[in-house]
């Protein structure tokens, strides 16, 4: 190697003396002999200029500018390489034609690769049909490169066309469908079409870019090894669109083939199916609604059978706040609840049960309130973007954006006359349920009321004890003719008595009907055992005043009922002896009377009176 180099530092002094000096071949032959093609380019370009003609000068400037084309960067400098091609196929055409036999036996030191022994005479020649040969091979091989060059800029060239192309298709889609959504809703057989085209320009762009990879990877080139990387489109639309740069160490591509693919796949799929469901489901709705409203029918068990069809959920699954799953949500309400007003004046009307009628009013008001809610939904997903999703169902459904404003507008009036008429019937009902029946009289249960009966009776009710949430005790003066008497029992929340109790009232005491006590003897919150203490106003002969105590329990009716005359006004009741005996106090405190269980006087002790049981003064 050192040789080598020394010869070549030898011959190239040789060649540099001056610019005017002729270059020498025979010292340029060793440097191209040796391949060394940087110092020997300029001279050998000198020579030639000098004497085109020669055969081997020519034979070696094709064999430089072939080696020269692997040296090149295909991307940017595929120009260059078509150049080199064609410029050594030139010099090996000319090399072909101008070597001759006499030429090669006159420079045979040239050709000295070319020697081969004769089989016949055993010497060493130099055949010109190996050099030819040798050229044609040349030249062929330099062809081809420069057919493979030609095919890898043209794939090259048209992956990036393609991709515009791609590009370009995607953004007409996306100019028409702005949304994953209106695009889903809205494609048709021409936006099927562009998916598609969409889908094949890309898939041509990325087969011309990894052919242009591939054979770029064959020629051994100095060009860069690209690396291919294919982006899922997880969002659309894309935040950026813009070209990737096909020059660089690594392409990185949106993988337009994979989202077109999947979008068609969702819309035949799952789309075209759901978006015939939804017309036929809304047409299913309207039609019961009107079944309805006209025949006066209780549809919920068929609306209950629709709602497992599941439109509304399975147009979720796409967009969560719907304009058509808001109208379907609200059509199914506004059934159940007319459903249910028609159950109303079909059944519940007539019935004389006012709790069952609070109950069922009760469940409507709920049923509207919650309509209420959902038309205001409905008119919140009624916007301009719902409208644009959803523009083929409310076309083929309520003719234009109009016609949806004026579906809206009539619900809104529904609503709010449901509302009316409900607050009217549980006005009436409400009105019922201030009344206990008894046989053909009525009871007003509110106290300080009073009610004239149609057989002369009069109630003037005294006290209400709420014992449930509907279900009452009253107590009430019952005057009839000349009688007095208290009537007491439970009122159930049908309002219809299932028995009345009356305890009559002594006549001496009959004016004056204060209350002095209010529970006895119970352990409930809801007390329904009380004692009464009625006491007349006049002195007797005797200078005492007659009074009344008896007890009364809702459910059992009157207990003991006694009269006693007594020196004062009973002012208070003292419950003894946890409530076995009971104290009637005058003014000043003073035992006026002491009662056992059973309402027998008894003798009054100081020792008693000092016990007191809970429940204290009444």
Do not use: C
């Not at 899922?232 to 690594?250: C, G, N, R």
């Not at 693919?261 to 759901?274: C, F, G």
């Not at 439109?311 to 609840?337: G, K, Q, T």
């Amino acid at each position: 190697m050192k040789h080598i180099l020394l010869i070549t530092a030898i011959l190239f002094s040789s060649l540099v003396p001056g610019f005017s000096q002729k270059v020498k071949y025979k010292e340029l032959f060793f440097l191209l002999k040796a391949e060394n093609y940087t110092d020997a380019d300029h001279y050998l370009r000198i020579f030639l200029k000098e004497e085109p003609e020669h055969p081997n000068a020519n034979y070696y400037m094709g064999r430089m500018l072939q080696s020269y084309l692997t040296e090149q960067d295909m991307l940017n400098s595929s120009a260059r390489v078509i150049e080199l091609a064609d410029s050594s196929l030139l010099y090996y055409g000319k090399a072909l034609n101008l070597t001759t036999e006499k030429f090669i036996k006159k420079r045979d030191e040239y050709y000295v690769d070319f020697k081969r022994r004769d089989i016949r005479t055993g010497k060493f020649t130099v055949k010109i049909s190996d050099i030819q040969l040798d050229i044609e091979q040349r030249m062929a091989a330099v062809k081809k490169y420069k057919s493979d060059v030609s095919k890898m800029i043209l794939h090259f060239n048209s992956a990036v066309s393609l991709y515009d192309s791609t590009i370009s298709y995607y953004l007409s889609i996306v100019e028409g469908a702005g949304s994953t959504n209106v695009l889903y809703f809205n494609t048709g057989p021409d936006e099927l079409q562009l998916l598609r085209k969409l889908a094949a320009r890309y898939d041509s762009s990325v087969f011309h870019l990894q052919t242009f990879q591939a054979l770029m990877k064959e020629l051994g080139t100095k060009a860069v090894t690209q690396k291919f990387v294919e982006s899922t489109i997880e969002i659309y639309p894309l935040d950026t669109v813009a070209k990737p740069d096909f020059y660089s160490e690594t392409v990185e591509v949106w993988n337009y083939n994979e989202w077109a693919k999947s979008a068609e796949d969702v819309i035949l799929k799952q789309v075209y199916p759901l978006k015939k469901r939804m017309l036929a489901f809304d047409l299913k709705l309207k039609e019961l609604h009107d079944t309805i409203i006209n025949d006066s029918l209780d549809a919920r068990p068929e609306i209950f059978r629709l709602a497992t069809e599941n439109v509304a959920r399975d147009i979720e699954d796409f967009d969560d706040s719907s304009l058509p799953a808001a109208i379907y949500n609200y059509r199914i309400a506004e059934i159940n609840l007319h459903s249910a007003i028609n159950y109303w004046y079909n059944i519940v009307a007539d019935t004389s049960h006012v709790g069952v009628k609070l109950d069922v009013l009760d469940d409507l008001s709920k049923q509207q309130r919650g309509n209420a809610k959902l038309l205001k939904s409905l008119q919140e997903s009624n916007n301009g973007y719902e409208r644009l999703v959803f523009s083929e169902f409310i076309t083929e459904r309520y003719q234009d954006e109009n016609g949806i404003e004026e579906f809206i507008a009539a619900q809104t009036a529904d609503v709010y006359n449901d509302s009316l008429l409900l607050a009217t019937l549980h006005d009436e009902v409400m009105e019922e349920d201030k009344y206990a029946y008894w046989h053909n009289e009525s009871i007003v249960l509110e106290a300080g009321s009073q009610i004239s009966n149609p057989d002369s009776s009069k109630y003037s009710t005294v006290m209400i004890n709420p014992l449930s949430e509907r279900d009452m005790g009253f107590y009430a003066w019952m005057e009839k003719a000349d009688s007095l008497a208290l009537a007491f029992s439970i009122s159930p929340s049908s309002r219809t008595l299932d028995t009345l109790y009356t305890i009559p009232i002594n006549s001496l005491v009959a004016g004056n009907k204060d209350i002095l006590d209010l529970k006895f003897m119970s352990d409930s919150l809801a007390t329904q055992e009380r004692v009464w203490v009625l006491n007349s106003t006049e002195l007797d002969v005797d200078s005492s005043y007659q009074i009344q105590v008896f007890t009364t329990h809702l459910s059992r009716g009157a207990g003991w009922n006694k009269e006693f005359s007594v020196k004062e006004i009973p002012n208070a009741i003292k419950f003894l002896q946890d409530r076995q005996k009971i104290a009637l106090l005058g003014i000043n405190e003073e035992t006026i009377l002491l009662l056992n269980a059973n309402g027998e006087e008894e003798e009054v002790l100081e020792t008693e009176l000092e016990t007191e049981t809970e429940g204290g003064e009444q």
